[in-house]
């Protein structure tokens, strides 16, 4: 009998046309299920989580340790069927080790493909075992052996099948790390947000003050937010300032860049089509059309000037340029402002960063960062169900540096709560309160729901506004929908645009446009309640 051996990445073309996926471990009681899954990287609908309680699926069904796929059964619009296994929710607190790493034999046609992935020694509790996809007409199987920390309600959320509140158990298995959230203070009601007139129109606004720097020669330390064990190798990254070699400690956020004044800031690109509405889509998924804007008056000072674009990033230069005429618009012009950016490295993410759309986000929040703030880069967060990585994206080497930064991290499942504390631990060691600007894009609803409610109503009253942007359809962004009226809160601190499964066809200035179109106000009321200086 034919038979091959694949290692992780590796494949092989699938073995018959009924194939049998026996999922063998020692040691570690295992469920073993399958999830249908479309071009987009989501299930079409829950019912496409094939296990033991819905054990039949347009071709694929999972009896005990063993899926069987026909190949010929399955619907066009499914592209691949991923087969995973994951620790009994019943036993709180069991993990994969690598003892029990689960092995997988795929069989048919008298041919057998064989994967023993590598050693799990990382406190998983779920693996992505193989993947069986479409190629050239064909099928074929794919080595994944990838595991996570989030178990089978994480993993499943992140493919969009909607799990619901989890269950006392299967809460167990996921590491909320989030402090008690105090209830937010009571404030005395102040005028509504529209009799407050935006900052910043006609005048130059004040200089805001250097916050504290750390002891000279201190080290920046590792990254990890409260309740999380230390993550080794990973700095966070510069105090605001003038830009530094990676690790070091640069002059603290506020202070002189030595950065040229611009010789001609405000020419104004092009503009694309008609008035639409500026940042609003006229059907969701589809990008609004390109305004006309007014020119840009001669005045406040870029945090960045235009020259120091131009010789730093000129690959940049078009987006800096939209950038300032939508803050222009906004009478933000010259303010300083603290950017940070968290993007979501959950598995269904996956096709958005291989495409591109993830750095190019990257790059345009960077690009309205120059205008803000002096310090020529951005500290970043990738984030799964838990804080991955800590570290920035940088004017100089901004190219590929997305790609360059998740190298050393794996996906896993989609939890908000830790990113959000990773980025308000953050803003508190640097900036106290200087008004900070979170863009937090994500593709899909958390699994941890009501942690995230609180927070949010918990940090209604610092110095931060949570910008969300949410890449895909929309039915699968309910939540961050409903987060943006959420009650109980100081101020209104978040806004969302949705900007479809398709985010690169967006114009800069039209980002920008719904990206800013809240944030003036936020401004206006947390100055007047003394959030913000």
């Given amino acids: 009998m034919p038979h091959t051996v694949l290692t992780k990445g590796g494949n092989a073309p699938l073995p018959g046309t009924t194939v049998t996926v026996t999922v063998g471990a020692t040691g570690v009681p295992v469920d073993v299920s399958a999830l249908l899954v479309s071009a987009a990287g989501k299930v079409r609908e829950d019912l496409d989580l094939v296990f033991f309680n819905n054990p039949s699926r347009d071709g694929v069904s999972v009896a005990g340790q063993v899926v069987t796929v026909e190949p010929g059964a399955v619907p066009a619009g499914v592209e691949s069927v991923v087969v995973v296994a994951s620790v009994d929710v019943d036993r709180p607190g069991v993990v994969f080790d690598a003892a029990g790493t689960p092995r997988v034999t795929l069989a048919g046609a008298g041919t057998t493909v064989e994967f023993v992935p590598p050693a799990l020694t990382g406190g998983e509790t779920i693996v992505v075992l193989v993947e069986l996809y ?24 992140d493919f969009g099948v909607d799990v619901g509140e989890p269950s006392a158990a299967a809460a167990e298995h996921v590491p909320q790390h989030v402090p008690p959230v105090p209830p937010a203070v009571p404030v005395a009601p102040v005028a509504p947000a529209a009799a407050v ?72 690109p092009p503009a694309y089509g008609q008035p639409s509405g500026y940042g609003q889509p006229a059907a969701y998924g589809q990008p609004p059309v390109q305004p006309p804007a007014a020119p840009v008056p001669a005045g406040p000072t870029p945090a960045i000037s235009l020259e120091k674009v131009r010789s730093t990033a000129p690959a940049l230069l078009q987006k800096y340029q939209s950038a300032g005429v939508s803050l222009a618009k906004r009478g933000l012009a010259g303010y300083r402002i603290a950017v940070y950016l968290v993007l979501d490295y959950s598995m269904s993410m996956r096709g958005y960063y291989e495409d591109g759309s993830v750095q190019h986000l990257a790059e345009q929040v960077l ?9 020529g880069s951005v500290p970043l967060v990738l984030f799964s169900n838990k804080v991955e990585l800590v570290t920035d994206i940088q004017l100089a080497g901004h190219h590929g540096r997305i790609d360059e930064a998740r190298r050393s991290v794996r996906m896993g499942g989609t939890s908000y709560a ?4 990773a980025v308000i631990d953050l803003h508190q060691r640097r900036g106290g309160g200087i008004p900070a600007l979170a863009i937090f894009q994500t593709d899909g609803d958390p699994y941890d729901r009501k942690a995230t409610q609180k927070l949010m109503q918990s940090a209604s009253s610092l110095p931060l506004f949570w910008q ?13 929908a409903g987060l943006d009226d959420l009650k109980d809160r100081v101020i209104d601190n978040a806004d969302f645009v949705a900007v479809g499964p398709q985010p690169r066809a967006w114009h800069d200035e039209a980002l920008y446009d719904a990206l800013m179109a809240e944030f003036p106000r936020w401004l206006a009321e947390a100055r007047a309640r003394g ?3």
């Avoid at 089978?152 to 959320?157: D, E, F, Q, V």
């Avoid at 830790?418 to 504390?421: D, I, L, S, T, V």
């Fill in 531 to 533: 959030i913000v200086r």
């Fill in 418 to 421: 830790p990113a959000m504390q």
């Fill in 468 to 480: 969300f942007v949410g890449f895909g359809e929309r039915e699968d962004l309910t939540f961050l």
């Fill in 367 to 375: 690009s309205l960062a120059a205008h803000l703030d002096d310090d």
């Fill in 134 to 157: 479409r190629r050239g007409g064909g099928w074929k199987v794919r080595a994944v052996g990838q595991g996570y920390a989030g178990g089978l309600a994480a993993l499943a959320t």
């Fill in 197 to 268: 007139p935006p900052p910043g129109y006609g005048q130059q606004p004040p200089a805001y003050p250097p916050p504290g720097q750390p002891a000279p020669g201190q080290p920046v330390p590792g990254y990890a937010p409260p309740g999380y064990p230390p993550q080794p190798g990973y700095a966070a990254p510069p105090a605001y300032g003038q830009p530094a070699a990676y690790g070091q400690q640069p002059p603290a956020y506020g202070q002189p860049s030595g950065y040229g004044q611009p010789a001609a800031y405000g020419q104004q």
